[in-house]
């Protein structure tokens, strides 16, 4: 119809040509639809956002049944999903030739921002193969949004940066009861269910999962989240997952700065460098782990930990806590290797380590390296080795280097030590690990002489044998163990106390501690108020334990909820003040001891002084205006000698 030789003719019909195919496209032949958040269409289905039952909003959410209409999704990127029934997603292998289903929601500038209610329903044999792309998943990027109750079986997701089987990347948004068995593969910053986890400036939660399958990447490799980021929690979890990586490789987060807690990880995870069975990096400020378990095999070079590869950063001292953790799983590797933690600059309190541990240089039960070249203390405390610990040198049943910034106190370590020349007990070697300047800080810590077939080590710990480490009379023996954190057992060793952290799901029963001053200093005698509430009415609770085990101080709330204790720690470092009250969850705060690096000041300028530490015309013209009002400075009235000394100071 279009063979006519006139030019006018021959345009009209190139328009009817193109309109025409134009409508035999799939996703065009009901119509074209444009919306403001709209993204160009892979939907081989031909299926349109009109075609679902409901409206999108949270009252009437559109219902998907099929992966066509799981497609469709990226037509509308604010509206409200619920699946309705299963979904068998095989076809997806086959489209847009090869690359599979297309991430709703691609990027920042079209994020997902509504909600996926999954409604218990399962999604099978979903693909996505697309390693060219960033931010790939289920869904690309939400920002915003919501997941739930999903699960997703065979899922085989393959993506570039930020790729994970739900989510590439999440910030401000919500991800939760979530089941998946997949095959993810990408580059840097990949889990088995979300890459990327907030921005770092909005909350952001992954909650109730469980992962198994395997997750393969570079860098930033989690069993569940690739990159979790300050801001970030990630909490109720549980991976399966065998994980694999070269840098930053974890069972269940690769790189966290945020939060990980009531987390257990149970897959092998095999790396090169920063490699933990948990976690790889746990980073400051924020980063950390508490009330985690990992219990897979971990393999790497350097920077090895059955829990964690590295607490804290690597070249300067920072603070990254692990509160209330174990691992269990063997642990191999080279350098700086540990049952536990490969190099730790944070703060580990309340800690196990039961896995067999091989390495070549700086190999420790507990920890591999405990501080680095800073002042800044890396403190180990109430933690316990069991396992048997094998290297060539540097070797410790606890740790196996301690640098001048590491600090541990009540531990113990148990397990065989095979290691030349340098093992010991508890420490193989106490120094600075790079410049041989001052020694690290062992106190109130022990070994088992027997069963580490060590009869010294380095550091100022205690070698006892096994009967006076085990049975009834063991914390007798071992009299820094606090019974507030240690059990005695008959027949065996100490074990830590169990210690609930409190419930965000029952608030009813948590308590809120507070502190007059969270941070003091060492030598000064200072009083600290500690405000005891409930967290749901924040009504003060009356007769509740508060004990600083580390002082030797304890005592009971008041009618307002408060106790002050008078407060000389000698020592700097963190001292956990716990509280106890009838049902109520046991809760504990920690007290920040800073070095007292102040030399003696006179008491003038003490009193009188600017912020420059100097006596100036100011402040002597301010002392006199305070001896004409009445006024007291530094407690005391401002008398007449006291201005005369003030104005001979600055005459000379």
Same mark, same amino acid.
């Given at each position: 119809?279009?063979?006519?030789?006139?030019?006018?003719?021959?345009?009209?019909?190139?328009?009817?040509?193109?309109?025409?195919?134009?409508?035999?496209?799939?996703?065009?032949?009901?119509?074209?639809?444009?919306?403001?958040?709209?993204?160009?269409?892979?939907?081989?289905?031909?299926?349109?956002?009109?075609?679902?039952?409901?409206?999108?909003?949270?009252?009437?959410?559109?219902?998907?049944?099929?992966?066509?209409?799981?497609?469709?999704?990226?037509?509308?990127?604010?509206?409200?999903?619920?699946?309705?029934?299963?979904?068998?997603?095989?076809?997806?292998?086959?489209?847009?030739?090869?690359?599979?289903?297309?991430?709703?929601?691609?990027?920042?500038?079209?994020?997902?921002?509504?909600?996926?209610?999954?409604?218990?329903?399962?999604?099978?044999?979903?693909?996505?193969?697309?390693?060219?792309?960033?931010?790939?998943?289920?869904?690309?990027?939400?920002?915003?949004?919501?997941?739930?109750?999903?699960?997703?079986?065979?899922?085989?997701?393959?993506?570039?940066?930020?790729?994970?089987?739900?989510?590439?990347?999440?910030?401000?948004?919500?991800?939760?009861?979530?089941?998946?068995?997949?095959?993810?593969?990408?580059?840097?910053?990949?889990?088995?269910?979300?890459?990327?986890?907030?921005?770092?400036?909005?909350?952001?939660?992954?909650?109730?999962?469980?992962?198994?399958?395997?997750?393969?990447?570079?860098?930033?490799?989690?069993?569940?989240?690739?990159?979790?980021?300050?801001?970030?929690?990630?909490?109720?979890?549980?991976?399966?997952?065998?994980?694999?990586?070269?840098?930053?490789?974890?069972?269940?987060?690769?790189?966290?700065?945020?939060?990980?807690?009531?987390?257990?990880?149970?897959?092998?995870?095999?790396?090169?460098?920063?490699?933990?069975?948990?976690?790889?990096?746990?980073?400051?400020?924020?980063?950390?782990?508490? =009330?985690?378990? /990992?219990?897979? $095999? +971990?393999? !790497?070079?350097?920077?090895? %930990?059955? &829990? #964690? *590869?590295?607490?804290?950063? @690597?070249?300067?001292?920072?603070?990254?806590?692990?509160? =209330?953790?174990? /691992?269990?799983? $063997? +642990?191999? !590797?080279?350098?700086?290797? %540990?049952? &536990? #933690? *490969?190099?730790?600059?944070? @703060?580990?309190?309340?800690?196990?380590?039961?896995?067999?541990?091989?390495?070549?240089?700086?190999?420790?039960?507990?920890?591999?390296?405990? %501080?680095?070249?800073?002042?800044?203390?890396?403190?180990?405390?109430?933690?316990?080795?069991?396992?048997?610990?094998?290297?060539?040198?540097?070797?410790?049943?606890?740790?196996?280097?301690?640098?001048?910034?590491?600090?541990?106190?009540?531990?113990?370590?148990?397990?065989?030590?095979?290691?030349?020349?340098?093992?010991?007990?508890?420490?193989?070697?106490?120094?600075?690990?790079?410049?041989?300047?001052?020694?690290?800080?062992?106190?109130?810590?022990?070994?088992?002489?027997?069963?580490?077939?060590?009869?010294?080590?380095?550091?100022?710990?205690?070698?006892?044998?096994?009967?006076?480490?085990?049975?009834?009379?063991?914390?007798?023996?071992?009299?820094?163990?606090?019974?507030?954190?240690?059990?005695?057992?008959?027949?065996?060793?100490?074990?830590?106390?169990?210690?609930?952290?409190?419930?965000?799901?029952?608030?009813?029963?948590?308590?809120?501690?507070?502190?007059?001053?969270?941070?003091?200093?060492?030598?000064?005698?200072?009083?600290?108020?500690?405000?005891?509430?409930?967290?749901?009415?924040?009504?003060?609770?009356?007769?509740?334990?508060?004990?600083?085990?580390?002082?030797?101080?304890?005592?009971?709330?008041?009618?307002?909820?408060?106790?002050?204790?008078?407060?000389?720690?000698?020592?700097?470092?963190?001292?956990?003040?716990?509280?106890?009250?009838?049902?109520?969850?046991?809760?504990?705060?920690?007290?920040?001891?800073?070095?007292?690096?102040?030399?003696?000041?006179?008491?003038?300028?003490?009193?009188?002084?600017?912020?420059?530490?100097?006596?100036?015309?100011?402040?002597?013209?301010?002392?006199?205006?305070?001896?004409?009002?009445?006024?007291?400075?530094?407690?005391?009235?401002?008398?007449?000698?006291?201005?005369?000394?003030?104005?001979?100071?600055?005459?000379?």
């Amino acid at each position: 119809m279009c063979s006519d030789p006139e030019r006018s003719r021959s345009r009209l019909c190139v328009l009817i040509v193109s309109v025409l195919v134009m409508l035999s496209m799939p996703g065009i032949s009901g119509g074209i639809i444009i919306t403001a958040q709209a993204q160009s269409s892979g939907n081989p289905g031909g299926v349109s956002i009109s075609d679902l039952s409901g409206s999108g909003t949270t009252d009437d959410p559109y219902v998907i049944t099929t992966a066509s209409e799981l497609q469709v999704m990226e037509d509308d990127l604010g509206a409200h999903y619920q699946l309705s029934n299963d979904i068998d997603a095989t076809g997806t292998a086959q489209w847009n030739s090869g690359k599979g289903f297309d991430p709703v929601g691609p990027n920042e500038s079209s994020p997902f921002v509504g909600t996926f209610d999954g409604n218990g329903y399962t999604i099978s044999d979903l693909t996505i193969n697309r390693p060219e792309t960033t931010r790939v998943g289920l869904f690309g990027f939400v920002k915003g949004g919501e997941i739930r109750d999903l699960t997703l079986t065979d899922a085989t997701v393959t993506g570039q940066q930020e790729t994970g089987s739900v989510a590439g990347e999440i910030t401000g948004s919500t991800i939760t009861d979530i089941t998946v068995s997949v095959t993810v593969d990408g580059g840097n910053a990949v889990g088995g269910v979300v890459g990327t986890a907030g921005d770092g400036s909005t909350s952001t939660t992954v909650t109730s999962i469980s992962v198994e399958g395997t997750v393969n990447g570079t860098s930033a490799i989690g069993g569940v989240v690739g990159n979790n980021n300050f801001e970030s929690v990630v909490s109720d979890v549980d991976s399966s997952s065998t994980v694999t990586g070269n840098n930053t490789i974890g069972g269940l987060v690769g790189t966290n700065s945020g939060t990980v807690k009531n987390a257990t990880a149970s897959g092998s995870v095999d790396g090169t460098e920063t490699v933990g069975g948990l976690v790889g990096a746990n980073n400051p400020p924020s980063g950390e782990i508490r =009330n985690a378990i /990992a219990r897979g $095999s +971990v393999n !790497g070079t350097n920077k090895i %930990g059955g &829990l #964690v *590869g590295t607490n804290g950063p @690597t070249l300067v001292d920072g603070d990254a806590q692990l509160q =209330n953790v174990s /691992a269990d799983g $063997s +642990v191999e !590797g080279q350098i700086r290797v %540990g049952g &536990l #933690v *490969g190099v730790n600059t944070g @703060t580990i309190q309340e800690g196990t380590a039961s896995g067999p541990v091989t390495g070549d240089d700086t190999v420790g039960g507990l920890v591999g390296q405990n %501080g680095v070249a800073g002042d800044q203390e890396s403190l180990i405390k109430n933690t316990k080795a069991t396992g048997d610990v094998t290297g060539e040198q540097n070797v410790g049943g606890l740790l196996g280097v301690n640098p001048r910034s590491g600090t541990v106190q009540t531990s113990f370590a148990t397990g065989k030590i095979a290691g030349t020349p340098t093992a010991g007990g508890l420490v193989g070697t106490n120094t600075e690990a790079f410049f041989g300047e001052q020694p690290g800080t062992i106190r109130d810590s022990y070994w088992d002489i027997e069963t580490t077939g060590q009869d010294s080590s380095a550091g100022n710990a205690t070698g006892l044998t096994t009967a006076k480490m085990t049975g009834e009379q063991a914390l007798s023996n071992m009299t820094a163990l606090s019974d507030f954190f240690w059990q005695s057992r008959a027949n065996d060793y100490p074990v830590l106390q169990v210690r609930s952290q409190g419930s965000s799901d029952d608030s009813s029963s948590t308590l809120n501690i507070s502190l007059s001053q969270s941070t003091i200093t060492a030598g000064m005698p200072t009083e600290v108020t500690v405000t005891v509430t409930e967290a749901q009415t924040q009504n003060p609770v009356e007769d509740a334990t508060v004990e600083i085990s580390d002082l030797q101080q304890s005592g009971t709330t008041n009618t307002t909820g408060s106790i002050t204790f008078s407060i000389n720690a000698s020592l700097a470092g963190d001292y956990p003040i716990s509280v106890s009250a009838s049902g109520f969850s046991d809760a504990t705060v920690t007290l920040r001891v800073d070095e007292n690096n102040t030399t003696e000041q006179d008491p003038l300028v003490a009193r009188f002084g600017g912020p420059d530490n100097e006596i100036g015309n100011l402040d002597v013209l301010e002392a006199v205006n305070a001896a004409n009002n009445g006024e007291p400075i530094g407690g005391e009235p401002v008398t007449n000698l006291d201005i005369l000394q003030l104005v001979n100071r600055v005459t000379g």
